[in-house]
């Protein structure tokens, strides 16, 4: 005569695998993490603005900047002043050393932001009017888990 075996103790070893599984996935796969860094924000950035992408660099912004710039207005500016007023295909981009901020405001009366970087970023423009250089600074800051995109209008 066979004996049956009891299927308890199986079943809790299943159990117990398929729960550090789904730990284990969290873990890994979570949101808790940030996507990508500061320095490849400003990098996808920037490329972006120099092959005229303006809505993909635009999906970059911080909603600060969101609101200050609607998606249409900036790629119409941005594609109507560099593309068109200065004749301008493209431009050359230097991003200077990374400095992490303990905090940062955004404009005078904006909120103050927490996990922000900044970067020195140089263009250079080989325009209609001879070669132009502009100086900004550019910041990201953490936003639901991704790094997005500011910049400074405390002047």
Excluded at 74 to 91: A, E, P, R
Excluded at 148 to 155: G, Q, R
Aim: aromatic share 14%; charged share 25%.
């Amino acid at each position: 005569m066979r004996r049956r075996r009891n299927p308890l103790p199986l079943i809790v070893v299943g159990l117990f695998v398929i729960l550090v599984i789904i730990i284990l996935s969290r873990c890994m796969f979570g949101p808790s993490a940030p996507t990508g860094s500061p320095e490849e924000v400003i990098q996808s950035f920037y490329e972006y603005e120099q092959e005229g992408d303006f809505g993909d660099s635009w999906k970059l912004f911080h909603s600060e900047m969101k609101k200050r710039f609607k998606k249409s207005d900036y790629i119409q500016t941005k594609n109507h002043v560099f593309l068109g007023h200065m004749g301008v295909n493209t431009f050359d981009v230097k991003i200077g050393e990374l400095k992490e901020l303990d905090q940062w405001t955004f404009k005078g009366d904006g909120p103050t932001l927490k996990d922000v970087w900044s970067a020195p970023i140089t263009m250079t423009f080989n325009s209609q009017f001879g070669l132009m250089t502009i100086n900004q600074t550019c910041y990201v800051a953490l936003e639901e888990g991704n790094w997005k995109v500011l910049w400074d209008y405390n002047y």
